[in-house]
């Protein structure tokens, strides 16, 4: 059976669960009735999570839905179920469908205190699972509430800060940016702008081919860094697929931004982007690394982020970790963190205490040890 129905957490609601490609592709019109309900993010849309979920998901699917006693979607979380290893012990875990692409992770929620409460109450009585993390949830996010059910109903838990991830508010002018910069990464754009324009016509250009363009970014990003660690999305046949699937599909929304900077007809910067209510999200950049003395990248950057406020965007979205090069555009940063639960047995306990307590003293013990 698709979807199973289980026991109420409480008189007025019921958890579901979801366990097929086919049961989610239904979900599309009342997931993203929640969504824009609760915190309208791209990353969270039906679309974004069914593209990743074909492309990354490995084990079984595991998407918990709250309904009212109207039938009414008022909360949902997408877990992946299956085995894995936390510092050696294999254990049996249910974790957020997200990874390094998925921007960031959150519980899609009416009431997010609500939810955490049936959603826990559910996990209580299944015995299929030693740990469930949630990953790159952000510091307001709704899954925060989670800790505070776990605490209240004796889960074991813990929190874990992944990354402080960059986020540049747009001001009204691009005049009123570029005042904000330094003025010597002000000078060096406009020195290495002319040095790479003595060199032939520099032009960027938002792309509207998408299927060519997004070809043409992959290729770029293999002649790389990347390519040489082997992480680039043309290497990985779920990578390339996964930004091929969702230029078409938020591509037919009108979400997609490919931008493309040139030296004549030769491709030198890719940014691979996805706007949404405002905000601009940056999903995947790269440049011709034999011209990085020019600094292509931040070029595009440049006259992305220049459309984006002529076009009256609010937030550019840098994603991922904070770098030296993303701070030279003066951004804020704002923590992302992984949530452990665990399950509320001896073995749980164990497991909390083996990855908050006992590893991180042994850590400061070798650290001051061993300067």
């Given at each position: 059976?698709?979807?199973?129905?289980?026991?109420?957490?409480?008189?007025?609601?019921?958890?579901?669960?979801?366990?097929?490609?086919?049961?989610?592709?239904?979900?599309?019109?009342?997931?993203?009735?929640?969504?824009?309900?609760?915190?309208?993010?791209?990353?969270?849309?039906?679309?974004?999570?069914?593209?990743?979920?074909?492309?990354?998901?490995?084990?079984?699917?595991?998407?918990?839905?709250?309904?009212?006693?109207?039938?009414?979607?008022?909360?949902?979380?997408?877990?992946?179920?299956?085995?894995?290893?936390?510092?050696?012990?294999?254990?049996?875990q249910?974790?957020?469908?997200?990874?390094?692409?998925?921007?960031?992770?959150?519980?899609?929620?009416?009431?997010?205190?609500?939810?955490?409460?049936?959603?826990?109450?559910?996990?209580?009585?299944?015995?299929?699972?030693?740990?469930?993390?949630?990953?790159?949830?952000?510091?307001?996010?709704?899954?925060?509430?989670?800790?505070?059910?776990?605490?209240?109903?004796?889960?074991?838990?813990?929190?874990?800060?992944?990354?402080?991830?960059?986020?540049?508010?747009?001001?009204?002018?691009?005049?009123?940016?570029?005042?904000?910069?330094?003025?010597?990464?002000?000078?060096?754009?406009?020195?290495?702008?002319?040095?790479?324009?003595?060199?032939?016509?520099?032009?960027?250009?938002?792309?509207?081919?998408?299927?060519?363009?997004?070809?043409?970014?992959?290729?770029?990003?293999?002649?790389?860094?990347k390519?040489?660690?082997?992480?680039?999305?043309?290497?990985?046949?779920?990578?390339r697929?996964?930004?091929?699937?969702?230029?078409?599909?938020?591509?037919?929304?009108?979400?997609?931004?490919?931008?493309?900077l040139?030296?004549?007809?030769?491709?030198?910067?890719?940014?691979f982007?996805?706007?949404?209510?405002?905000?601009?999200?940056?999903?995947?950049?790269?440049?011709?690394?034999?011209?990085?003395?020019?600094?292509?990248?931040?070029?595009?950057?440049?006259?992305?982020?220049?459309?984006?406020?002529?076009?009256?965007?609010?937030?550019?979205e840098?994603?991922?970790?904070?770098?030296?090069?993303?701070r030279?555009?003066?951004?804020?940063?704002?923590?992302?963190?992984?949530?452990?639960?665990?399950?509320?047995?001896?073995?749980?306990?164990?497991?909390?205490?083996?990855?908050?307590?006992?590893?991180?003293?042994?850590?400061?013990?070798?650290?001051?040890?061993?300067?």
């Open positions: 059976m698709l979807v199973m129905t289980q026991r109420r957490p409480a008189p007025c609601l019921r958890v579901e669960v979801i366990t097929s490609p086919a049961a989610f592709s239904d979900l599309r019109i009342e997931w993203n009735a929640l969504v824009s309900r609760s915190d309208d993010q791209i990353f969270y849309h039906h679309e974004f999570v069914e593209t990743w979920l074909n492309h990354f998901a490995t084990g079984k699917w595991r998407i918990l839905l709250l309904r009212d006693s109207a039938g009414c979607l008022v909360a949902a979380l997408p877990l992946l179920h299956g085995w894995a290893r936390l510092h050696g012990l294999p254990l049996r249910l974790r957020a469908a997200a990874n390094s692409h998925s921007g960031r992770f959150d519980l899609i929620a009416d009431q997010p205190e609500q939810a955490s409460a049936a959603f826990l109450d559910y996990l209580a009585g299944q015995s299929d699972w030693d740990v469930m993390i949630l990953t790159d949830v952000p510091k307001q996010g709704r899954a925060r509430a989670l800790e505070k059910a776990a605490g209240d109903r004796g889960f074991p838990a813990g929190r874990w800060c992944a990354m402080q991830s960059p986020c540049r508010m747009l001001p009204a002018t691009w005049t009123e940016l570029e005042g904000q910069l330094s003025s010597s990464f002000r000078a060096n754009l406009r020195r290495r702008r002319r040095a790479l324009e003595a060199l032939g016509e520099v032009r960027a250009e938002r792309c509207s081919d998408s299927a060519a363009q997004v070809e043409a970014g992959i290729e770029l990003e293999r002649q790389g860094w390519g040489r660690a082997g992480t680039a999305m043309a290497q990985d046949v779920d990578t697929g996964f930004y091929t699937e969702l230029a078409r599909v938020l591509g037919a929304q009108g979400r997609l931004a490919l931008w493309a040139y030296l004549d007809e030769r491709l030198i910067a890719f940014q982007g996805l706007e949404h209510r405002g905000s601009y999200a940056l999903l995947k950049p790269a440049y011709d690394e034999s011209l990085a003395r020019y600094s292509p990248g931040q070029l595009l950057m440049a006259e992305v982020m220049r459309d984006a406020i002529a076009r009256r965007l609010t937030r550019f840098f994603l991922g970790e904070d770098m030296p090069w993303k030279d555009w003066h951004p804020d940063t704002r923590a992302q963190d992984w949530l452990f639960v665990f399950r509320r047995s001896a073995h749980g306990r164990i497991l909390q205490a083996l990855k908050f307590k006992l590893l991180p003293r042994l850590r400061r013990m070798t650290r001051s040890k061993y300067p």
